[in-house]
Protein backbone atom coordinates (compact mmCIF):
# COMPACT_ATOMS: atom_id res chain seq x y z
CA UNK A 1 0.00 0.00 0.00
CA UNK A 2 1.17 3.59 -0.91
CA UNK A 3 2.05 6.11 1.82
CA UNK A 4 0.10 8.95 2.03
CA UNK A 5 0.89 12.74 2.09
CA UNK A 6 -1.68 15.19 3.24
CA UNK A 7 -2.15 18.50 2.46
CA UNK A 8 -4.01 20.14 5.17
CA UNK A 9 -4.82 24.18 4.82
CA UNK A 10 -7.03 26.89 3.27
CA UNK A 11 -7.63 28.01 -0.34
CA UNK A 12 -4.14 28.03 -1.05
CA UNK A 13 -4.12 24.34 -0.49
CA UNK A 14 -7.45 23.73 -2.25
CA UNK A 15 -6.75 25.62 -5.43
CA UNK A 16 -3.25 23.55 -5.42
CA UNK A 17 -4.81 20.91 -7.39
CA UNK A 18 -5.42 23.17 -10.56
CA UNK A 19 -3.11 23.77 -13.61
CA UNK A 20 0.28 24.36 -12.13
CA UNK A 21 -0.78 24.03 -9.01
CA UNK A 22 1.84 23.18 -6.01
CA UNK A 23 -0.14 19.94 -4.93
CA UNK A 24 -0.73 18.57 -8.56
CA UNK A 25 3.15 18.56 -9.08
CA UNK A 26 3.47 16.96 -5.75
CA UNK A 27 1.40 14.51 -6.97
CA UNK A 28 2.78 14.02 -10.18
CA UNK A 29 5.97 14.24 -8.09
CA UNK A 30 5.40 10.97 -5.96
CA UNK A 31 3.30 9.56 -8.71
CA UNK A 32 3.25 5.22 -8.07
CA UNK A 33 4.82 5.72 -4.37
CA UNK A 34 2.77 7.91 -2.18
CA UNK A 35 -0.94 9.24 -2.48
CA UNK A 36 -1.28 13.07 -2.42
CA UNK A 37 -4.54 13.57 -0.76
CA UNK A 38 -6.02 17.42 -1.02
CA UNK A 39 -7.89 18.75 2.33
CA UNK A 40 -7.78 22.29 1.52
CA UNK A 41 -11.29 24.35 2.77
CA UNK A 42 -11.22 27.51 0.74
CA UNK A 43 -11.83 30.71 3.05
CA UNK A 44 -11.08 28.43 6.99
CA UNK A 45 -8.75 29.61 9.04
CA UNK A 46 -7.19 27.98 12.14
CA UNK A 47 -10.52 27.81 14.33
CA UNK A 48 -12.45 26.49 12.03
CA UNK A 49 -9.96 24.20 10.88
CA UNK A 50 -10.12 22.55 14.15
CA UNK A 51 -13.37 21.13 13.70
CA UNK A 52 -12.10 19.45 11.16
CA UNK A 53 -9.05 17.28 12.57
CA UNK A 54 -10.69 14.39 14.48
CA UNK A 55 -12.25 13.85 11.15
CA UNK A 56 -9.73 13.65 8.39
CA UNK A 57 -7.20 12.52 11.08
CA UNK A 58 -8.52 9.67 12.60
CA UNK A 59 -6.23 8.61 16.34
CA UNK A 60 -7.92 5.03 15.88
CA UNK A 61 -6.09 5.01 12.08
CA UNK A 62 -4.12 1.91 10.93
CA UNK A 63 -2.55 3.87 8.28
CA UNK A 64 -1.72 7.53 9.17
CA UNK A 65 0.01 9.41 6.74
CA UNK A 66 3.99 9.86 6.76
CA UNK A 67 3.79 13.83 6.46
CA UNK A 68 1.37 16.77 6.27
CA UNK A 69 1.94 20.31 5.52
CA UNK A 70 -0.33 22.54 7.50
CA UNK A 71 -0.97 25.73 5.16
CA UNK A 72 -2.99 28.23 7.23
CA UNK A 73 -3.19 31.72 7.90
CA UNK A 74 -3.87 33.68 4.92
CA UNK A 75 -7.70 34.30 6.52
CA UNK A 76 -6.79 34.50 9.96
CA UNK A 77 -4.67 37.28 9.25
CA UNK A 78 -7.89 39.03 7.74
CA UNK A 79 -8.25 42.60 9.67
CA UNK A 80 -11.24 43.57 12.23
CA UNK A 81 -13.50 46.20 10.71
CA UNK A 82 -12.56 45.60 7.38
CA UNK A 83 -14.68 43.49 4.52
CA UNK A 84 -13.56 39.97 6.09
CA UNK A 85 -13.32 40.51 9.52
CA UNK A 86 -15.04 37.71 10.28
CA UNK A 87 -12.25 35.30 9.36
CA UNK A 88 -10.28 37.07 11.51
CA UNK A 89 -8.66 35.35 14.22
CA UNK A 90 -5.83 37.06 16.73
CA UNK A 91 -2.09 36.15 16.57
CA UNK A 92 -1.73 34.51 19.95
CA UNK A 93 -5.05 32.34 19.06
CA UNK A 94 -3.56 31.35 15.82
CA UNK A 95 -0.36 30.62 17.47
CA UNK A 96 -2.30 28.20 19.68
CA UNK A 97 -4.35 26.55 17.23
CA UNK A 98 -1.68 25.33 15.38
CA UNK A 99 -0.14 24.08 18.66
CA UNK A 100 -2.87 22.01 18.69
CA UNK A 101 -2.96 20.93 15.51
CA UNK A 102 0.37 19.61 15.60
CA UNK A 103 -0.03 17.93 18.78
CA UNK A 104 -3.10 16.18 17.21
CA UNK A 105 -0.93 15.39 13.97
CA UNK A 106 1.78 13.99 16.21
CA UNK A 107 -0.72 11.78 18.84
CA UNK A 108 -1.78 10.32 15.00
CA UNK A 109 2.02 9.01 14.35
CA UNK A 110 4.98 10.24 16.37
CA UNK A 111 6.82 9.75 12.73
CA UNK A 112 4.58 11.44 10.77
CA UNK A 113 6.34 14.53 8.85
CA UNK A 114 4.70 17.64 10.03
CA UNK A 115 5.44 21.01 7.96
CA UNK A 116 4.42 24.35 8.68
CA UNK A 117 3.37 26.91 6.31
CA UNK A 118 3.26 30.19 6.40
CA UNK A 119 0.60 32.22 4.74
CA UNK A 120 2.16 33.97 1.59
CA UNK A 121 2.68 38.34 1.17
CA UNK A 122 -0.22 40.12 0.72
CA UNK A 123 0.03 42.96 -2.03
CA UNK A 124 -2.52 45.51 -1.02
CA UNK A 125 -2.39 46.85 -4.35
CA UNK A 126 -3.48 43.97 -5.69
CA UNK A 127 -6.42 43.79 -3.20
CA UNK A 128 -7.48 46.83 -4.37
CA UNK A 129 -7.74 46.07 -7.75
CA UNK A 130 -9.26 42.77 -7.44
CA UNK A 131 -12.00 44.15 -5.39
CA UNK A 132 -12.50 47.24 -7.77
CA UNK A 133 -12.95 44.61 -10.56
CA UNK A 134 -15.41 42.87 -8.50
CA UNK A 135 -17.47 45.62 -6.90
CA UNK A 136 -16.46 48.38 -8.79
CA UNK A 137 -16.65 51.81 -6.97
CA UNK A 138 -18.66 50.03 -4.09
CA UNK A 139 -15.39 48.21 -3.73
CA UNK A 140 -13.82 49.01 0.00
CA UNK A 141 -11.55 51.63 -0.15
CA UNK A 142 -9.29 50.10 2.60
CA UNK A 143 -7.85 46.39 1.96
CA UNK A 144 -8.66 43.73 4.19
CA UNK A 145 -5.03 42.42 4.45
CA UNK A 146 -2.10 44.26 4.57
CA UNK A 147 1.39 42.58 4.30
CA UNK A 148 2.71 43.98 7.11
CA UNK A 149 0.00 42.15 9.65
CA UNK A 150 0.23 39.04 7.43
CA UNK A 151 4.23 38.90 8.02
CA UNK A 152 3.49 38.88 11.77
CA UNK A 153 1.27 35.76 11.46
CA UNK A 154 4.42 34.44 9.33
CA UNK A 155 6.61 34.97 11.92
CA UNK A 156 4.18 32.99 14.61
CA UNK A 157 3.99 30.27 12.34
CA UNK A 158 7.55 30.12 12.43
CA UNK A 159 7.73 30.29 16.33
CA UNK A 160 5.43 27.12 17.03
CA UNK A 161 7.29 25.27 14.02
CA UNK A 162 10.62 25.68 16.02
CA UNK A 163 8.80 25.59 19.76
CA UNK A 164 7.32 22.20 18.92
CA UNK A 165 10.01 21.18 16.69
CA UNK A 166 8.71 20.60 13.45
CA UNK A 167 9.58 21.91 9.82
CA UNK A 168 8.46 25.04 8.61
CA UNK A 169 8.81 27.03 5.56
CA UNK A 170 8.33 30.52 5.37
CA UNK A 171 6.83 31.55 2.39
CA UNK A 172 6.32 35.11 3.36
CA UNK A 173 10.06 35.66 3.62
CA UNK A 174 11.08 33.60 0.64
CA UNK A 175 8.78 35.39 -1.95
CA UNK A 176 9.92 38.51 -1.32
CA UNK A 177 12.89 37.64 -2.40
CA UNK A 178 12.22 38.24 -5.84
CA UNK A 179 11.84 41.38 -6.74
CA UNK A 180 8.09 42.14 -9.18
CA UNK A 181 6.79 39.59 -6.24
CA UNK A 182 3.50 41.15 -5.97
CA UNK A 183 2.48 40.13 -9.63
CA UNK A 184 4.70 37.00 -10.74
CA UNK A 185 3.48 34.99 -7.27
CA UNK A 186 0.17 36.41 -6.94
CA UNK A 187 -3.14 36.26 -8.73
CA UNK A 188 -4.90 38.71 -7.05
CA UNK A 189 -2.73 40.23 -4.46
CA UNK A 190 -3.29 36.82 -2.43
CA UNK A 191 -3.81 33.64 -4.38
CA UNK A 192 -1.04 32.16 -6.00
CA UNK A 193 0.34 32.52 -9.70
CA UNK A 194 1.71 29.59 -11.48
CA UNK A 195 4.98 30.87 -10.44
CA UNK A 196 3.68 31.52 -6.53
CA UNK A 197 2.72 27.27 -6.58
CA UNK A 198 6.06 26.39 -7.95
CA UNK A 199 8.04 28.38 -5.28
CA UNK A 200 5.47 26.22 -2.87
CA UNK A 201 6.26 23.68 -4.60
CA UNK A 202 10.44 24.03 -4.53
CA UNK A 203 10.35 24.66 -0.68
CA UNK A 204 8.22 21.49 0.05
CA UNK A 205 9.77 19.37 -2.02
CA UNK A 206 12.93 20.80 -0.56
CA UNK A 207 11.64 19.92 2.66
CA UNK A 208 10.78 16.32 2.33
CA UNK A 209 14.19 15.35 0.09
CA UNK A 210 16.25 16.92 3.25
CA UNK A 211 13.78 14.75 5.42
CA UNK A 212 13.64 11.14 4.69
CA UNK A 213 10.47 11.47 1.92
CA UNK A 214 12.51 11.84 -1.08
CA UNK A 215 10.51 10.42 -3.95
CA UNK A 216 13.52 8.86 -5.68
CA UNK A 217 14.05 6.80 -2.75
CA UNK A 218 11.20 5.48 -2.23
CA UNK A 219 9.57 1.80 -4.35
CA UNK A 220 7.51 1.65 -6.98
CA UNK A 221 4.09 0.07 -5.12
CA UNK A 222 4.33 -2.59 -8.07
CA UNK A 223 6.82 -4.06 -10.37
CA UNK A 224 7.82 -1.42 -13.00
CA UNK A 225 6.85 -2.75 -16.66
CA UNK A 226 10.42 -3.08 -17.74
CA UNK A 227 10.43 -5.98 -14.87
CA UNK A 228 7.56 -8.38 -16.40
CA UNK A 229 8.42 -11.10 -18.26
CA UNK A 230 6.18 -11.19 -20.98
CA UNK A 231 5.83 -14.67 -21.63
CA UNK A 232 6.01 -15.21 -17.54
CA UNK A 233 4.13 -12.00 -15.99
CA UNK A 234 3.38 -13.55 -12.87
CA UNK A 235 6.79 -13.94 -11.40
CA UNK A 236 7.70 -10.20 -11.20
CA UNK A 237 4.24 -10.05 -9.37
CA UNK A 238 5.08 -13.24 -7.15
CA UNK A 239 8.79 -11.50 -6.25
CA UNK A 240 6.90 -8.04 -5.84
CA UNK A 241 3.89 -8.47 -4.03
CA UNK A 242 5.52 -11.93 -1.51
Not at 129 to 134: D, N, Q
Not at 146 to 159: M, R
Request: with cysteine; charged share 25%.
Amino acid sequence: MRPQIVLFGDSLTQQSFGSGGWGAALANNYSRKADVLLRGYGGYNTRWALFLLHHIFTLDSNKPPVATTVFFGANDAALLGRTSERQHVPVEEYKANLRKIVHHLKECSPTMLIVLITPPPVSEEGRKAHAESLYGEKAMKLPERTNEVTGQYAKACVDVAEEMDVCFINVWSKMQETEGWQKKFLSDGLHLTPEGNAVVYQEVIKVFNESWLCADELPYDFPHHSEIDGKNPEKAFQLKCS
